[in-house]
């Protein structure tokens, strides 16, 4: 041994319960995971129910698909995807310009199966409509 230096003892690495795995194999982030509806039409003769959402640029078409399945019981056939860039702005105050940008976001068409005749939007509920002609 040389003057001035001890001898290095290597710990052996131990994994503390507090420090995360980096495989967890299946992951479940549906709940969290926003997805805004933009526009619904109901199914017709020749196409079937579709709709459009809005959702986060990290969801791929299978998980928007297994979180209408799954969460809403909804029969998807088809997801087809399209990336959005956000808005970029550019304010002008007194002293100087503030460069800013709204977020990416992605939008959702998902075609449901001919089984599903009625999304939902515009359905007519019962009472709603007598108590408007009632006050006429």
Known sequence: MAWGRTAAVKKPKTRSSSTPRN???????????PM???HAEDATVESPALAIFRVLP????HEVKEYLTKIYELPVVQVRT?????????????????????PDFKKAFVTFDH??????????????????????
């Open 36 to 38: 805004v509806l933009l």
């Open 23 to 33: 495989n967890l194999g299946y992951r479940m982030w549906m709940p969290t995971y």
């Open 82 to 102: 399209q990336n959005y860039l956000g808005k970029r702005m550019r304010m002008i105050g007194k002293r100087r310009v503030v460069y800013a940008k709204r």
């Open 58 to 61: 990290k969801m791929t078409k």
């Open 115 to 136: 089984t599903l005749a009625d999304t939902g939007i515009g359905c007519l509920v019962p009472g709603a409509n007598t108590a408007t002609t009632a006050t006429k």
